[in-house]
């Protein structure tokens, strides 16, 4: 049976909209009969968060790990949509806050390369950020015990993308969900004439 631990590393805040959306979720898994607990941690550096949230995951005998950045937005259906999959390591589908909003999803992890076009159906990835994914706690645990570590980045890699390196060396597939579609909450900076712009525009419709 599931026992699944929600873990969100975070380095200083967590966006309202994200707050909401979890809310939702929780009350989701609370009306699914979910057997669940929700961790956050705090600090500078995401790896150590990381690493820490999956030792707990693993000492406290969680089966799954849901990871959930704290700048995501995303539906209260997102444990159901994933689990659809059947995989043990899984990603919904997101795209960088900034310009130019590039694929989180990976081809190839030796040259960094990042899918443009989802196929249709569940499909196998070299790698993926670690905003929205899945993972048996078990894969988790293998890759500690290879590694002494998780999440900790390497020279080319940071921390989620070494660790799907590490992850796939043991032999371990990971696959994307493309019906799972994650919002990045992004910032943008509004002055003055900005204003001006969007007025003028709505006087040419």
Request: glycine share 6%.
């Amino acid at each position: 049976k599931m026992k699944l631990l929600i873990a969100i590393p975070s380095l200083d805040y967590i966006h309202v909209d994200f707050v909401d959306c979890l809310q939702k979720l929780i009350i989701r898994l609370k009306d699914d009969g979910i057997n669940f607990d929700v961790k956050i941690i705090s600090g500078t550096l995401v790896y150590t968060a990381r690493d820490k949230l999956a030792n707990h995951a693993i000492e406290n005998g969680f089966s799954h790990v849901l990871w959930l950045d704290a700048d995501m937005i995303f539906n209260d259906s997102l444990l159901d949509d994933l689990m659809f999959s059947g995989k043990d390591f899984v990603t919904g589908i997101c795209h960088s806050r900034r310009k130019p909003f590039v694929s989180c999803v990976f081809r190839s992890l030796e040259t960094l390369e990042r899918f443009e076009v989802y196929p249709h159906d569940t499909f196998e990835i070299a790698g993926c950020g670690f905003a929205c994914v899945l993972i048996s706690t078990d894969i988790l645990k293998d890759v500690r015990t290879s590694y002494q570590t998780c999440f900790l980045p390497t020279k080319n890699l940071g921390e989620d993308l070494a660790f799907c390196q590490r992850a796939s060396s043991l032999g371990f597939k990971i696959f994307a969900e493309p019906s799972v579609r994650m919002g990045h909450i992004g910032h943008i900076t509004i002055y003055p004439e900005d204003h001006e712009r969007y007025m003028q525009s709505m006087e040419r419709v």
